[in-house]
């Protein structure tokens, strides 16, 4: 993530307004973000009256989050899923692929481990990820045009340009670089990586955490997600 252009590139979409919908379904007061990068959701999160802590270890990101408006109050932590408190939420909820971000199975289950841990008896475990067999990254490796953003200060036009390298092992690794589209000037490069886990591995890994009803959607739809669901959406319950 590049908090610079994020939520320029990330327009609100079906996710978001699934992510809604669901936790509206649910009696929820006191919510957790985990991985709310810019508080591009999290904001609407407190539009609708949830009581939210929003975590992510990039303090830059978090620092684009708070020079937001929020009409209800946020309390802002810069860490991870080890600075959840105890038996503290209703839900705790991961948006926008944060489950990949884990690349090895250690972290995997310590993240959801501490979900587990955070949340009230009964409360719910929200987050999504991409199906490994929709195989995903051949759509993104035929897309070679950059996207385009502004830069906020200087209002002049920025390109984000995304190289590939593919499967090392089992971790999907690709390149961001951020230019100034007059000069060509790159400001930033970031190297991604990703994990992709079938719904089999991570059903087991919320298993083995303790959690039970693991219900699984599929593409941002209120209905079970098949080996053809591009995105899975799973929700749990302590």
């Keep these: 993530m590049i908090p610079l252009v994020y ?21 929820i007061k006191k919510l957790a973000d985990l991985g709310c990068g810019t508080g ?10 949830y009581h939210i802590t929003a975590v992510d270890p990039n303090e830059e990101a978090i620092e684009y989050a708070k020079s937001k408006e929020y009409p209800s109050e946020v309390s802002w932590i810069v860490g991870d899923s080890s600075n959840l408190k105890s038996n503290a939420f209703d839900a705790v909820i991961m948006t926008a692929n944060v489950a990949q971000v884990f690349l090895t199975d250690k972290s995997w289950q310590l993240a959801i481990s501490d979900v587990y841990r955070a949340l009230k008896p009964g409360g719910h475990f929200i987050f999504d990820t991409r199906n490994p067999l929709a195989k995903t990254w051949e759509q993104w490796e035929k897309d070679l045009t950059p996207d385009v953003a502004m830069d906020p200060i200087s209002g002049e036009q920025l390109e984000i340009w995304t190289e590939y390298e593919g499967f090392v092992e089992d971790v999907y690794t690709f390149y961001e670089t951020v230019k100034n589209a007059r000069t060509n000037e790159v400001l930033i490069h970031e190297k991604m990586e990703l994990k992709f886990r079938t719904q089999e591995e991570i059903d087991d890994s919320l298993q083995r955490a303790g959690f039970s009803q693991i219900q699984v959607y599929g593409d941002w739809e209120f209905k079970q997600a098949t080996a053809k669901t591009n995105s899975f959406i799973f929700h749990s319950v302590k």
């Design 7 to 27: 939520d320029q590139i990330n327009r609100w979409s079906k996710d978001d307004e699934f992510f809604l919908a669901l936790l509206k379904k649910l009696n």
């Design 40 to 49: 591009r959701l999290t904001s609407h999160f407190a539009k609708v009256g």
